[in-house]
């Protein structure tokens, strides 16, 4: 997932500084440099890694304890701001009808995040139409009208023709009734003359609102040198930080981008066309470090159920019997994988750990689940506990399945209860922490 590791790192950071008795010195030193360790395997500079633990440590050791938070939340405060500071800001990118031009080397990611762009808008009940500008790399025609037909997104390319600018000239011209133009321009292997020039050319006849470099995640720190490059010759609106999901070195370019005069506005998180994610520093920190972000959970249940009512009152709550779990996978399961929900819950951080096979919840085992649950009585799904080894059998007889099968809902459903409980409750709150922030 995205940034399993760095985020992993920082969270067993700040776990030793929960469980450490007495916040001195030497706790805070201690923290700092398993800080320093994660962020410097993730790529970030070594400068802009040594500032920050200055900072932290002068903050922690200096500033006053605000009232009504102990001297670790204090400190757990201290390095959240300090971690939002060094990736900077947000690209504000309005809804509202407007041109967008793609811009990027060859392999960046820029076709594929053209189409979750599009997707991002219509998501948003805008309408994208896209121009297959890009008439250097052979396919790239194809795979953009693919994904395009695919979502039902407006699209617009000449097939074999070289004429990069006329085509965006007839494109934008036939797609004027969509409310967002995308133009896909080609990339090189590197910024050569000849792609300066024909982004110049196509700048001119686009008349581009916004510019959108897409980066490599995997390119580290080198992401500020192409930041600046890129924006020396067109000059850029905002950033994009593509394949986040597969590379251990995504902090060197997050962080670099925010050295430049530009900044971040979506990363990408995966190769399908809801794999791109509007970059909030805010939320990408408290993630990061387990701290959830219940915002983007809620929007996103909103965007997935519309206008079903969604209980994530009862998801946060924590009564939790096996009816509740089938409800709440039943939504979740229509919100998206189960794992990138759970990220956004304060589970995995401080509060409890969710086993990996906890997310292996799919369609298939859903419909298991109910058809057992099904030959449940109601006394047994409000308190599961009370279901013994006479009854697993008889559930399993009467719904078809195995008593194997009934175990398995029954674990799953413990662990998710102490998961909740986790959250909730504990020496720990890390909600009630974010909310103090
Ligand atoms: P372009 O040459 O810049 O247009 O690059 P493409 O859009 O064709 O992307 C190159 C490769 O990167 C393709 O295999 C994409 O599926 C993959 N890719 C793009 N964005 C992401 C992402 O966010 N995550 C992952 N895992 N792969 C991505």
New binding site residues.
Partial sequence: MVMDKLGNSLQDALKKLVKSGRIDERTVNEVVKDIQRALLQSDVNVKLVMQMSQHIKERALKEEVPSGMNPREHVIRIVYQELISIIGKSTDIPLKPQTIMMI?L????????TSKLARYFQRKGLKPGVVCA?TF?PG?YQ?LKTLCTKLNVAFYGEEGNPDAVGIVERGLKELQKNDILIVDTA?RHSLESDLITEMEDIHAVAKPDYKLL?LDGAIGQQASEQARAFNDSIGISGVVI?????TAKGGGALSAVSETNSSIAFI????TPD?LERFEPDRFISRLLGMGDIKSLIEKAEEALGEEDFDMEAMLRGRFTLKDMYKQLESLNKMGPMKQIMQMLPLGGLGAKIPEDAYQVTGDKLGRYRVLMDSMTEEEMLNPRIIGSARIKRIARGSGCGPDDVRELLKYHKMMQTAMKGFRGGKFNMQKMMKKM
């Fill in positions: 990027g060859q392999g960046s990611g820029k076709t594929t995040t890009d790399r790239a795979q990339g897409v593509s394949k986040l999901d597969g990408g998180v995966g190769e794999d």
